[in-house]
């Protein structure tokens, strides 16, 4: 397997400080890779350290086999795409593109070319002569990854380009970047907090916390099946409990119910459930299913998807109940008894 990048127990200290304490992970040459996370967890530092930005206090950094070490950031085979994009509102698309190629003293022929190549790629066939101040969010967006892209690295870091665009515009450029990226062959480093723009994006995403990994995953392996209390909470949406007592397979929580969990070798002190893991239809006749009692408190109707907020009658706890898409369930009312199930697979353990 092909590594683009490798980066083997890299800490970075500001003074007393540790941002970043002994991070490892590999990137495939041609993946998405991403990395997500709160503000202040370390992910831009660690971008800046790839980037040649911040020196690495202590640990390895290596692109296609080697050493960045003492590398400046104008020598390393790396492009970014920061947030504001920082494009010069002065010079036309194509001047834009063109700028760093030119600073390379390139032929103009070669430079015109691989401009040319570049903007065909991403769509702004057309756009040479405008100006980026004339150009959508999404245009301005394709013009900064052009005039990285057509430096060839061997890497594109983005530190959370996506931020300053609106909803809908997001929702579009999460689509437009994740083809781009499989259409180039170029390995995208993603930086981000949005959880939504990392699953739907990446092959691989590393969930960072207090400047470590505590999960690098696969979308789905990440949502399925967080390792961590940490993962479980952050990565999409969750019901969380605290265990108070686990006995011959069966958890209680604080919130009175009593759930069935056999197997684990572990005393659990927090219990996950995601929303759409309930079961509404039926759930008494299905084996390997605990029953909850609740109450529904709103019905919160979002257009594609309705959810319940209940309270668990044993006590005043909230939970949130994903309805199945296109399920019928027009009974339903606020203040209405609710019975729901949950299968053992679906109740998520850790031990703090």
Do not use: W
Not at 132 to 155: C, D, F, N, Y
Not at 211 to 227: H, M, R, S, V, W
């Amino acid at each position: 397997m092909s590594y683009v990048l490798e980066i083997n127990n890299v800490t970075k200290k500001f003074g007393d400080f540790t941002a970043v304490k002994s991070v490892s992970f590999n990137v495939e040459d041609g993946g998405f890779f991403s990395i997500l996370g709160g503000s202040g967890c370390g992910k831009t530092t660690l971008l800046r350290m790839i980037s040649g930005f911040e020196d690495v206090t202590e640990g390895e950094l290596l692109i296609r086999g080697e050493s960045m070490a003492g590398i400046p950031p104008e020598r390393r085979p790396v492009n970014i795409v920061f947030q504001n994009l920082a494009l010069f509102p002065m010079m036309n698309v194509e001047k834009n593109v063109a700028f760093g190629l030119q600073r390379q003293k390139l032929p103009k022929k070669e430079v015109n070319n691989r401009v040319t190549e570049m903007l065909e790629r991403v769509g702004l066939v057309g756009f040479e002569k405008k100006k980026v101040t004339e150009l959508s969010g999404g245009q301005r967006q394709r013009v900064a990854i052009a005039r990285s892209l057509v430096l060839r690295p061997s890497i594109l870091l983005l530190d959370e380009p996506l931020g300053a665009l609106d909803r809908k515009l997001r929702e579009h450029m999460k689509i437009e970047l994740k083809v781009l990226q499989r259409e180039i062959g170029t390995t995208f480093i993603y930086i981000t907090h949005d959880q939504s723009e990392a699953l739907v994006m990446s092959d691989h995403v590393a969930v960072m916390n207090e400047g470590q990994f505590e999960q690098i995953d696969t979308p789905k392996n990440l949502y399925k099946n967080p390792a961590t209390s940490f993962v479980a909470g952050f990565v999409g949406e969750s019901n969380e409990f605290n265990i108070t007592g686990y006995a011959d397979g069966e958890l209680t929580t604080d919130n009175g119910c009593k759930l069935v969990k056999p197997g684990l070798d572990f005393q659990p002190k927090k219990l996950f459930i995601r929303p759409e893991a309930f079961i509404l239809d039926s759930p008494e006749t299905l084996p390997d299913v605990a029953l909850i009692n609740t109450r529904i408190r709103n019905i919160l109707f979002d257009g594609a998807n309705t959810k319940l907020s209940v309270v668990v009658k044993e006590s005043s706890d909230e939970m949130l109940i994903s309805l199945p898409q296109n399920a019928k369930f027009d009974n339903l009312h606020d203040g209405d008894d609710l019975q729901v199930g949950i299968h053992q697979d679906d109740l998520k353990c850790y031990k703090n």
